[in-house]
């Protein structure tokens, strides 16, 4: 239970960093962007939080389980509608490059940090 609190709380964490650098620049984005960004992150954090999946080092868990949950995210942003300013592609790469980071610090802040083990 210790480690599905630390990592869900620490994916929201991340959802508001990742939301902020949304916004970064002067670029709007809309209330269902917003909550969508802090969703997914939240949601990253709580499969890192009640996955049991077997692997040797914690590092490796987070950053899978970052490419896991930011493809689908990826999809979404390339299908979205077109955005003057933006290139679909490279905001899809970006955002599954910044959820493996993301990954990787939760699963950094809950197995190293507060010690809970999968």
């Excluded at 620049?25 to 939080?49: D, H, K, M, P, Q």
């Excluded at 077109?82 to 970006?94: K, L, N, V, Y």
Aim: a positive charge.
């Amino acid at each position: 239970m210790k480690r599905l609190i630390i990592a869900t709380l620490s994916g929201l964490l991340f959802g508001f960093v990742c939301y902020s650098f949304a916004c970064s620049g002067g670029n709007e984005v809309s209330l269902w962007l917003a909550l969508t960004i802090i969703a997914g992150r939240t949601l990253l954090g709580f499969g890192i939080g009640i996955s049991r999946f077997p692997m040797k080092n914690w590092a490796i868990h987070g950053i899978v389980m970052g490419l896991i949950f930011s493809i689908p995210a990826a999809f979404g942003t390339m299908m979205g509608p077109e955005t003057p300013g933006f290139d679909p592609q490279m905001i899809a790469i970006s955002t599954v490059v910044m959820g493996i980071i993301y990954g990787f610090l939760i699963e950094l802040i809950t197995t190293v940090l507060f010690k809970a083990k999968i």
